[in-house]
């Protein structure tokens, strides 16, 4: 896919940032409720009849996009407080998610499985999202044909249908790869089934975790997520309730590395630091001094960071989401780093934007080879997803002079709050309007 093409999947703010490099991060921030514990969790909200209240819920374009998805069924969906959603599924009756919506988010197919489940079938027109190359819902699909869907798929659509009686039915299912959203999915549909699920190979996330928690508050009976296999008894009717979102462990991983290429000492509150185990075992190793609490991480980063190598892999090895910044943070670091990455085909999208700034990094089919230590130079960029943009912006954190960070549809599907967030730790750091003058092609700020 051109350049060209792969930006255009994420209609621009129009705005872009301006980042003047060289600033020490200090100070302490808040971390947000996790982007991706919430979107299952409020598409879990489909399985009830009435009214759920979801806690700790980040303010995000992609959470606004699942809220509008939820409202395009006939969900009610109200903001209650600053962090607060409450969900009113009584009267949902259409089953096809609005395709404008599901074409903007990926993460728009974990309606299929409550669907499914409440009201036997669901339509769900192919779903966007961020560009990292192939990224196909068989998994999701083999979980509804197991559970006694019939798929019915064409160039646009999917449909899903009971074939015989009004519930899904339990069965064993193994999957190939623990795919975090076919195990979304699963424990969802399988919830409602009757009997008794066994899902092999399930993905280990704690966003999975967090998902059961809700789905046992509700009445289902859900054993061992976290684990390769997980037990799900099915029952016949789940009830609304109340749920607080887990800390983001994604957004705590892109400030510990802010923090350190800016050579900075930050306390992050507000997060789980048990779901962070792998990324501060890597971040030690580059010489940063970590201090934990359960809900709080200190990181004082040194002038000089050693190279350390990364290899992503799910949970509870190193997230690929965290990946792309960790690249930027190597390109500070001595000496050289190898990147692998095992869970997307495009992943190392940040690396040419991160050239263009004077990193020399060189990407080998999923591997990326950074050779540590010049100096970056701030310069335009586009971030071409959710975490190059943040990449690229930890990166403008450290190099010299100014970049301008355009793209930010991108970061703001992921971050709250960034400029604030950053700003209140010393960065120097601004949110700009251009309008580009069509006649003239020129951007002025
Ligand atoms: C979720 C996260 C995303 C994260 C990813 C991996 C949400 C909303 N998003 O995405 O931020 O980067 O986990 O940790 O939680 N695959 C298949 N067939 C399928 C499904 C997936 O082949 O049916 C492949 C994908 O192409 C990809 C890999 O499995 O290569 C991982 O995908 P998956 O774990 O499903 O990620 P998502 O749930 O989409």
């Given at each position: ?36 514990s ?166 280990r996330e704690p966003e999975i975790i967090d998902l059961a928690n ?11 997520a976290g ?19 887990i ?199």
């Open positions: 896919m051109s350049n060209l093409a792969r930006r255009s999947i994420m209609p621009d703010t129009g705005n872009y940032l301006t980042i003047e490099g060289g600033h020490r991060l200090s100070g302490e921030i808040g971390i947000s409720g996790a982007k991706n919430c979107l299952p969790i409020l598409a879990a909200t489909l399985l009830v009849k009435g009214a759920c209240h979801i806690e700790n819920v980040p303010r995000l374009s992609d959470i606004f996009n699942m809220a509008k998805v939820l409202r395009s069924l006939g969900a009610t969906v109200n903001w209650t407080g600053r962090h607060s959603l409450s969900i009113d599924t009584s009267n949902v009756s259409c089953l096809e998610p609005d395709p404008v919506l599901v074409q903007k988010m990926r993460a728009s197919v974990l309606v299929l499985g409550p669907l499914f489940a409440r009201f036997g079938q669901a339509m769900i027109p192919l779903p966007g999202g961020c560009s990292l190359g192939k990224r196909p819902i068989d998994l999701h699909l083999l979980g509804m044909e197991s559970l006694g869907g019939f798929v019915a798929e064409n160039d646009e659509a999917v449909t899903v249908k009971l074939t015989n009686g009004r519930r899904p039915v339990g069965t064993t299912i193994n999957l190939n790869f623990p795919s975090v959203g076919a195990t979304e999915n699963i424990l969802m549909a399988s919830a409602l089934a009757e009997g008794t699920t066994i899902l092999n190979n399930a993905a809700l789905l046992n508050k509700m009445g289902a009976k859900i054993v061992d684990e390769s296999t997980i037990i799900i008894v099915g029952t016949s009717e789940l009830r609304p309730v109340s749920h607080r979102v800390p983001d462990r994604i957004e705590a991983g892109t400030y510990i590395a802010a923090t350190a290429i800016t050579a900075g000492k930050v306390t992050l509150t507000d997060v789980c630091t048990d779901h962070l185990t792998s990324l501060l075992q890597r971040i030690s190793s580059t010489g940063c001094k970590i201090t934990t609490e359960i809900d709080k991480i200190t990181i004082d980063a040194p002038d000089v960071l050693r190279s350390t190598d990364v290899r992503t892999q799910p949970y509870p090895g190193f997230p690929t989401d965290v990946q792309p910044q960790y690249m930027a943070l190597m390109t500070r670091a001595s000496g050289e780093s190898i990147f692998v990455e095992k869970i997307f085909e495009r992943r190392f999208l940040a690396a040419d934007e991160l050239r263009r700034m004077g990193a020399d990094i060189r990407v080998i089919d999923n591997c990326a080879l950074v050779n540590g230590g010049r100096k970056l130079t701030g310069c335009e960029v586009n971030a071409p997803d959710i975490r190059a943009a943040a990449a690229l912006l930890i990166a403008g954190l450290w190099a010299d002079g100014s970049t301008r960070l355009k793209g930010l549809g991108h970061l703001y599907r992921g971050y709250e709050d960034p400029v604030g967030k950053l700003s209140a730790l010393g960065a120097r750091i601004a949110e700009n309007n251009f309008v580009t003058d069509t006649a003239t092609g020129i951007s002025q700020g």
